[in-house]
C-alpha cells in the first residue's frame, strides 16, 4: 500500500463513497454505500441513501460535494420534468444525463460533483452515463466513482460480463460495494441498490450483515 | 530571468511506480511484477524486472524510489550471503525479511521504497512478507505499488487458500494485467518468478500474450 491520496483532501473531489452503475441483459442497476462523514474522520450518517431518483425510471448517484449535488440534482428534476411535459412522453435517459451535464458544464468553475447517471427508456433500452467533474458526457455499459472505486477498478474489468442476467448483475454489483466498502475507509454501512427495468423499478438494500463476505473475513 | 528546464526524465525523480504481488501455494511462493520505470510522465524503462534475488531460493519485489529499492537489495543480498556463510546453510526467508525490515525501519525518514519479500525455506515452506515503512508481518498474499490500489476488490475476492501452482501463476498473471490496465505507473511485461523446493523459476509473459477482459 502506498500513501496513495485518493480522497477528498488532495483532489477536492469524492467525498468518501463508493458508487457504481452496469447494465445487464434487460435493464441496468445502480448502487452505492451509504456513509457520510466528515474529514475521513466521524461518520456522520451511516444510512444515507445515494441513489436518487430525477423521474420514473431514471436514477443518480452522486459523487463529489453532496452540496453541490444536491444542488444540481434539484435544478435537473425541474428541468426534466417540465422537457417531459412538452414532449408528452417520459424523458429518454440521455436527455437526463444531457441536462445534468449542461449544469456542470456551464458551472465548471463553481461546482465540485459528477454523476453516474442510469436508468431504461423506450428508444434505448438500458443506459448508463457518467458525467464527469468538469462536465464530459460519455455513454458504458459498467461504471464506477467515488473514493472507494479505485480498489475495484482490477474486479470490475476482471468480473463484468455483458448482458449479465438480472441475478447475476446484482450479485456483482453486491460483490464489488462489499470489496470496496472493505478497503475504503470512508465507505460502508449498507449496499443500497436499485434495479430498473421496462416493468419497474426495484430497491434492494443489503444490510451489512448480510453482504458477502471474503477470504479474510 | 529566463531558466531553461531541461527533458522531464532528467529532472523528476525516477520511480518505480509499479505494480508487485506475491503469494503462497501449498510447497512454494510465486512472484509478479509488471516492467515500468517511470520519471515523472515519461517511461525510462519499459522492461526492468523488479524481481530481485536476495538468495537461491529468496527474492525481493521492489516499488517506490527505483535508487533506494535497489540499494536496499543489494545491501541485503550481501547481508545475506555473510550470514548464510555463517550458518553453514540456506537462511530462511523470515531472515531475509528481517534484514530488509531493518534497513526500512532505521532509513524510513530518508528511504521511499517497499519491498515484499518472499521464499521457500526447509523449515517453514513457502512464505510472503510484507516491510512496508519499516514493520514485518508474514501474509498469505501481499501487493504493493502504485497499482496495487486498483486491485485490492480483486484480490480480496479471488484469493483462495491452498491454490495449486499454476492456479497462483495465472492469478498473478491476471492481478498484474488488471493493474496494468488501470494504473499510468505500471505497464509493460510480467516478470514471474516462481519458488519451491525444486527450485527458481523465472517466466516473462509479453504485452500480447497478457489476458484480455471485456472491454478489449
Redesign the interface.
Given at each position: 500500500m502506498e500513501k496513495h491520496c485518493t480522497d477528498s483532501r488532495v483532489k477536492g473531489v469524492s467525498t468518501g463513497t463508493t458508487i457504481l452503475a452496469a447494465i445487464f441483459d434487460g435493464g441496468v442497476v445502480i448502487g452505492s454505500d451509504s456513509r457520510a462523514s466528515i474529514g475521513g474522520e466521524y461518520v456522520s450518517s451511516k444510512t444515507i441513501n445515494k441513489v436518487i431518483q430525477v423521474h420514473d425510471r431514471i436514477f443518480c448517484c452522486i459523487a463529489g460535494s453532496l452540496a453541490d449535488a444536491q444542488a444540481v440534482i434539484k435544478a435537473a428534476k425541474f428541468h426534466l420534468s417540465f422537457h417531459s411535459v412538452q414532449m408528452e412522453s417520459p424523458p429518454q435517459v440521455i436527455a437526463a444525463a444531457s441536462v445534468l451535464k449542461d449544469l456542470c458544464y456551464k458551472n465548471k468553475d463553481e461546482l465540485q460533483a459528477g454523476f453516474l447517471t442510469a436508468g431504461w427508456d423506450k428508444k434505448n433500452g438500458p443506459q448508463v452515463y457518467v458525467v464527469s467533474l468538469g462536465g464530459m458526457l460519455i455513454s458504458q455499459q459498467v461504471t464506477i466513482g467515488g473514493s472507494g472505486s479505485t480498489f475495484i477498478y482490477g474486479y470490475v474489468d476482471a468480473k463484468y460480463k455483458p448482458n449479465m442476467t438480472k441475478a447475476e448483475c446484482l450479485q456483482f454489483a453486491t460483490n464489488a460495494l462489499a470489496l470496496a466498502m472493505g478497503r475504503d475507509n470512508v465507505s460502508g454501512g449498507v449496499a443500497h441498490l436499485v434495479v430498473i427495468t421496462e416493468k419497474g423499478v426495484e430497491h434492494v438494500v443489503v444490510p451489512g450483515d448480510k453482504l458477502p463476505r471474503f477470504h479474510d473475513e | 530571468m529566463f531558466e531553461e528546464t531541461g527533458p522531464e526524465r532528467l529532472s523528476e525523480e525516477v520511480k518505480t511506480g509499479t505494480t508487485i504481488i506475491a503469494i503462497e501455494f501449498d510447497g512454494g511462493v510465486v512472484l509478479g511484477s509488471d516492467s515500468r520505470v517511470s520519471a515523472g510522465a515519461s517511461v525510462v524503462n519499459r522492461v526492468m524486472n523488479k524481481l530481485s534475488p536476495l538468495h537461491d531460493k529468496i527474492y525481493c519485489a521492489l516499488?517506490?524510489s527505483a535508487a533506494d529499492a535497489q540499494t536496499i537489495a543489494e545491501i541485503v543480498n550481501y547481508q545475506l550471503d555473510v550470514h548464510s556463510i555463517e550458518i553453514g546453510e540456506d537462511p530462511q526467508v523470515r531472515s531475509a525479511a528481517t534484514l530488509v525490515r531493518n534497513i526500512s525501519y532505521k532509513y524510513k525518514e530518508e528511504l521511499s521504497a517497499?519491498l515484499i519479500v518472499a521464499g521457500w525455506d526447509r523449515r517453514d515452506g513457502g512464505q510472503v512478507f510484507a516491510t512496508?515503512n519499516g514493520l514485518l508481518t508474514r501474509q498469505p498474499f501481499a501487493v504493493?505499488?502504485?497499482g496495487?490500489?486498483?486491485?485490492?476488490?480483486?484480490?480480496?475476492?479471488?484469493?483462495?487458500?491452498g491454490m495449486r501452482k499454476e492456479e497462483c501463476q495465472q492469478f498473478v498473471v491476471?492481478?498484474l494485467t488488471?493493474?496494468m490496465?488501470?494504473d499510468g505507473s505500471s505497464g509493460g511485461v510480467a516478470y514471474v518468478v516462481t519458488i519451491d523446493g525444486h527450485g527458481t523459476e523465472e517466466k516473462v509473459v509479453l504485452g500480447n500474450q497478457l489476458p484480455t477482459?471485456?472491454?478489449q
Open positions: - | 516499488s517506490g517497499h512496508l504493493g505499488g502504485s496495487s490500489s486498483y486491485v485490492y476488490g480483486f484480490v480480496d475476492a479471488e484469493y483462495r487458500r491476471n492481478t488488471l493493474a490496465n488501470r477482459f471485456f472491454d
